[in-house]
């Protein structure tokens, strides 16, 4: 355990002096959420390393650093309702958590979600909504009630060439999104932001390297699994 609290402060410091994040509500969430939790049992004393784990169903959990990013890019306030596409282990979720109003995350793979589901039972987090369907068509309208718009919009997986068309709608005018874009071997974080219905503007961060957005139609999915494998 003594293990894990040294790799703990290590990659806080990396995180503010190398990866140069100077938000402290950031560092503070990622410093209260025990990743270790989110990984699989045999991975959990590269917990704290910063790198990407898989997890179940060929999945992966993001880099410490480029969550610590994306979440940074975000600018969050506790007025915020924010979209996640790709609850994975559920652990960029749990970051969200602790710096906005209320979450709802997306999740394709039920298995995923029913184990991040548990722990956010466990760590008793009120304000995080779940649902297993494709996020490409962003939250879905449940018992005639719509969630949207949301005021920031994460995607943890990476679209081919451009947002959903359905995440643009659903932001909110003001709002900000980011999105890992391109194909794999050569995707982009991009933070896109809303100027009106009709007009949006967007940046590139980085170089990333995502697990991709899958479409929901299964002709067009096994076409973009297969690219890649
Ligand atoms: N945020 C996660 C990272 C998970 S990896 C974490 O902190 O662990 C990205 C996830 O996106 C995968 O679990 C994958 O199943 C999911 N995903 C891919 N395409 C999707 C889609 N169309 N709708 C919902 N989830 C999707």
């Not at 939250?139 to 005021?151: A, L, N, S, Y």
Request: net charge neutral; charged share 30%; aromatic share 6%.
């Amino acid at each position: 355990m003594s293990y894990l609290i040294e790799k703990k402060k290590q990659l806080l410091k990396s995180l503010r002096e190398k990866t140069g994040i100077k938000d402290e509500r950031v560092l503070a969430a990622i410093e209260s959420v025990p990743r270790e939790r989110f990984v699989m049992g045999h991975l959990q004393h590269e917990a704290w390393n910063d790198i990407a784990l898989p997890i179940e169903e060929g999945q992966t959990i993001s880099q410490p650093s480029i969550v610590a990013i994306m979440t940074e890019a975000l600018e969050l306030t506790d007025r915020h309702k924010v979209l996640e596409i790709g609850t994975g282990s559920g652990y960029q979720a749990m970051i969200l958590s602790k710096l906005c109003r209320r979450v709802y995350t997306i999740e394709r793979h039920k298995p995923l979600l029913d184990t991040a589901e548990r722990l956010f039972r466990e760590f008793k987090l009120g304000n995080v909504t779940t649902i297993c369907a494709d996020g490409t068509k962003g939250w879905p309208k449940i018992h005639g009630m719509e969630q949207h718009p949301f005021d920031r919009i994460i995607v943890t997986c990476a679209a081919k060439d451009a947002p959903p068309p359905a995440l643009i709608d659903q932001l909110a005018i003001g709002g900000i999104m980011i999105i890992p874009i391109g194909p794999p071997g050569e995707q982009m974080l991009r933070i896109y932001k809303k100027e009106s219905d009709e007009a949006y503007s967007f940046r590139n961060l980085i170089p990333v390297r995502f697990v991709p957005l899958l479409p929901n139609d299964p002709k067009k999915r096994e076409a973009a699994e297969v690219e890649a494998a």
